[in-house]
Structures are given as C-alpha cells and as structure tokens.
C-alpha cells in the first residue's frame, strides 16, 4: 500500500490546537513530579535560574529544530530523515533513536501513568483520611507490590490513550488537548491558589525564587541542563510529528516560545503549590520521587479540604500523563502510516497493543520479576528508563542539533524561519544550534553514562575509558 502524499497530510486546524497538543506533549509527569523534587534536592532557586537559563539556550533551539524537520518534510521522524537524506543512510539513525525512544517510553510512562489513576481512586475513595503517615506512604510500596492491580491501571490508561490517537489530528489529538488542557491548566490554578493561601507560601517562594548559589553543585547544573532538554518531549519523535502537521505560515519561534513558556509555567507553579502545602506542614523540601506517592497524601491527609484537593491532585498528575503519552503513541503511529501505509485504526491499535504488552514487565518489576535483574543489576523498569532517559534521547537530540547546525545542506532551514516571519532570529538560533546546544546534551550524554557506569563498564572490557577510569 503506498503512503499517503504530503500534499493529504492533515493538518492542526488552529494555531491554538497545535500550541495545546504541543505543550500537552512536553507538560507530564516530569513538570509535576519530578521538577518540585529535583528542584528540592538542588537547593532551589539558585537551580531554577539554571533551569530557566538551559531552557532558553538548550531546550528552546533543539524543540525549533525538530519542529523545522517535521514542517519541511511533512513526515514522521524516521521519515522526515530519510526525505532529508536518501542517499546518506547514516543520518536516518537520529529518526530511528527517537521513534524507539517513544516506543520503549510510551511503554512503561503508561504504567507510571497507572500509578496517578490508582491514587486518584484513592483520593475519589477518601483513602487517605484519619490514617497515620506510616500508613498512607506504606500504600505506595504495597502498589507497587501488587503486579496484577499496576497492570490494569496500565491497561485502563493506553485504552485511554488509544481512544484520543484514534480519533486522528483534529477530531482527535487536538479536540482533547482542548479540553484537557485547560482542565490541567484550571486544576493547577485551584492548587496554585490553595498553595499561595497557605502558612507555609512565603517560604515555598522564597526557596523557589531566591538564589542561593552556595547550594548550587556542579551536579545540580546538570540536572538542570538534563531536564530542561527532557522536559520538552525532545529526542522522542514527538515535536517532529506534530511540527509535520503545522502550516507553512505558523511563526516557528513564536509557537516554540508559547509552547516552552507554557510547559515552564506550569512547572513552576506545581513547584509553589506542593511546596507552600509541604513546609505549610513542617515537611522537608528534599523529599525526593516519593514526594508525590507518599510525601503529598500525607500533607492532604492533614489539612483542611485535603480530600478534595487530593483529587484535583491526583487528576492534575494524569491529565498531564495522557496529553504527554498521547504524543508518543502518535509519533509511532505517524511512522506506520507514512512509511508502511497502515490505516490509522490499525496502526493506533497495533502500538498501543505492542507498548501495553512491553510495559507490563514494568508493571511487574517489584513484585513478579523483582529477581529479574538486568544493566548494572536493576530490573526492567530501572534498566528501560536507563536506556530511554540516559542515553536514546540525548543520543538523538545531540545528533538532531548537529545535523540541523552542520549537514542541513542549503538554506532550507533558514526558509523555515523565513516563512514563518522569524528571520530575524535565525543568525541567534544557527549560532546556538551548532554550538551551545549540541555542547550542552554531549555534556549531558557523557555525564549520564558515567552516573550509570558505562564508563567502568567500558574500562572492564576495553581498558582506562572516561573520567572514573
């Protein structure tokens, strides 16, 4: 069956569809979870600043850059590639790394996923009320002993997730971004303005917004400079596909600011909301990933309105998780209907199918396959965020800013932002594209390895390799 042209590609229907799917993909569970407890664990505001720093230097040109290749070529990622170079195999690689990338985190997110749709269950059932600490945090690790209760919330989720990326572009993707967006926007709002009327929001703001660089390590840079590359949905296909569906005539710089300002926002203010509740209570901010699971429905538990407000929680956490799962899905679907010609239906229920059966190894890594050990002695969950998170998606996005900087052969590039209106900040953007950007996620590529020992790995094998050798 042949693939459909170009010229037939569907497109978003509005700027603001597209703006809304696009920052649905890069606001998860990495703005809500993750950001408060690494920005907790590095000391605060003097990280912020960084954060914001790298999101402008970093984030910010690679996300245009993606979005440039998927617009020029109107094709999925791998496909965007091998438009872009029929004849040098090589550079078909970046679109390979990031479509498996979304496969293998599409997998097992949807089982994290699973996690915020058990608790707002909880929440739903007032599960938290009138128990003790030791009992509403021992509800995570008893979840995650529970093999066959994470499988069906996995389940329930990607059936979620397939019903959006079914529905196809617009009748689809971006008709439900357009609600659940705002809802995740109006949700946040509510905890936002809970958060600043608590005892504990002078405190919350100071510690986000006032530096301190004494505290600042040169680990907390790059945890900084590594989120903020992440935080995007950069290196997984994703800003590919969805820039292939958007006009000609969209301003590239404009829609990446809207879209990077929108995901920065939103992480900063779950920052306030769970910190001004957290010290609101005498709570330590450093609480790290079971700040959310078992840190916050304790919080709830002892304030007023906790029952609700735990379920606006909880709903906010999985609202985020299916606009960003929502992406993944549709940057493999993309692939199976540019490049093999598969109807959508077909192609939507084969992924999600395929990703739902990956992920239950995931859901099984602590209870069923907890002996199960595979890179450097985790299980399967550790060992698959490990290859997806520390190595697919810099691999990508390293290759993505250096192709884009140095082998883009003519001034296609420069078209982009041309048509666009943008012209004007393409000597600023070429600049940092072929030389901040790339410098930056090697830095971050190298560190990473060496946190998760691939360098010793290396060395045992091959001899003194990287810098613990």
């Known amino acids: 069956m042949a693939a459909p042209s170009p010229a037939a590609r569907p497109l978003w229907s509005s700027r603001l569809g597209f703006v809304l799917a696009a920052a649905g993909s890069a606001v998860g569970l990495g703005n809500i979870w993750k950001f408060p407890y690494i920005a907790g664990q590095n000391g605060g505001g003097a990280f912020v600043l960084v954060y914001l720093l790298c999101i402008a230097v970093v984030g910010l040109p690679i996300m245009m850059a993606e979005l440039m290749i ?27 790394i990031s479509i498996s990338a979304a496969f293998l985190i599409s997998s097992y997110y949807s089982v994290v996923a699973g996690w915020t749709l058990d608790y707002v269950y909880r929440a739903l059932t007032n599960s938290f009320s009138g128990q003790s600490a030791t009992v509403i945090e021992g509800l995570f690790g008893a979840l995650l002993q529970d093999g066959t209760r994470q499988t069906l919330w ?67 840079v790059l945890e900084a400079l590594g989120h903020s590359f992440f935080t995007l949905s950069l290196g997984m296909a994703a800003m590919i596909t969805y820039g292939s569906y958007l006009n000609r005539g969209e301003n590239l710089f404009i829609v990446s600011l809207r879209v990077a300002f929108l995901d920065t926002l939103i992480a900063l203010m779950a920052g306030i909301a769970i910190f001004a509740v957290v010290f609101g209570v005498g709570l330590e901010a450093a ?47 993309a692939y199976l209907i540019d490049e093999r010609g598969w109807p959508r239906r077909r192609a939507t229920l084969g992924v999600a199918a395929l990703a739902f059966a990956v992920g239950i190894p995931t859901a099984l890594s602590y209870n069923v396959l907890a002996d199960w050990k595979l890179i450097g002695e985790r299980p399967f969950f550790d060992s698959a965020d490990l290859i997806a998170s520390n190595y697919l998606l810099p691999i990508a996005g ?25 012209g004007w900040v393409y000597p600023l953007w070429h600049w940092l594209i072929r030389t901040v950007s790339p410098l930056a996620v090697a830095v971050v590529l190298y560190y990473k390895a060496e946190e998760a020992g691939l360098w010793r790995w290396l060395a045992g094998l091959f001899g003194p390799l990287g810098p613990s050798s």
Not at 306 to 328: C, D, E, K, Q, Y
Request: charged share 15%.
């Open 154 to 220: 996995h389940l329930l989720f990607m059936l979620l997730c397939l019903g959006v990326v079914i529905g196809g572009i617009q009748k689809g993707i971006e008709r439900w971004n357009k609600i659940l967006m705002p809802l995740l926007f109006g949700l946040l709002t509510l905890l936002f303005i809970n958060g600043l009327l608590s005892p504990g929001a002078g405190q919350a703001l100071e510690f986000l917004f006032r530096p301190d660089f004494a505290k600042l390590t040169p680990g907390s």
């Open 287 to 333: 609480a790290g990933p079971g700040l959310i699971f078992k840190t916050i429905p304790v919080v709830f538990s002892q304030i007023h309105g906790g029952p609700l407000l735990a379920v606006l929680f909880f709903l906010l956490l999985a609202f985020a998780a299916l606009t960003s799962n929502i992406s993944l899905l549709e940057a493999q679907v």
């Open 70 to 96: 998927g617009r020029h070529t109107r094709k999925d990622a791998i496909g965007a590639f091998v438009a872009l170079e029929p004849h040098r195999r090589g550079w078909h690689v970046p679109g390979w």
């Open 398 to 422: 390293l290759l993505i800013a250096l192709y884009v900087g140095w082998f883009w052969r003519g001034n296609e590039e420069k078209e982009e932002l041309v048509a666009g209106g943008s």
